[in-house]
């Protein structure tokens, strides 16, 4: 059988230049996917935030709609009573 073993191409120096260089890239991107994640997270709770305070406003506009119908109604009601007596 012949021998299969194929001779290096890069010298182990090479080698561990490029494994460092692929690490330090994988650093770099592991960096900017924390940053995207924090960036996102932070977007998130923002965003909960503000569908709390919208809750909270719900109640009241409610009351401020109920308040101004019961008004016009109020209003309507009394034209036609003043109108009939007259």
Same mark, same amino acid.
């Given at each position: ?18 494994? &460092? %260089?692929? =690490? $330090?890239? @994988? ?9 995207? #994640? +924090? !960036? ?9 935030? &503000? %569908?709390? =305070? $919208?809750? @909270? ?9 109920? #308040? +101004? !119908? ?12 003043? =109108?009939?007596?007259?």
């Amino acid at each position: 059988m012949a021998d299969t073993a194929k001779t290096p191409q890069r010298s182990p120096d090479q080698i561990a230049a490029d494994i &460092a %260089g692929e =690490r $330090a890239q @994988l650093g770099t991107a592991f960096d900017t996917l924390r940053g995207d #994640a +924090t !960036a996102a997270a932070e977007s998130d709770n923002q965003t909960i935030a &503000a %569908g709390r =305070r $919208a809750l @909270l406003l719900v109640p009241a506009l409610a009351v401020a709609v109920a #308040a +101004t !119908a019961g008004g016009l109604v109020a209003g309507l009601r009394a034209l036609n009573s003043k =109108r009939s007596r007259d």
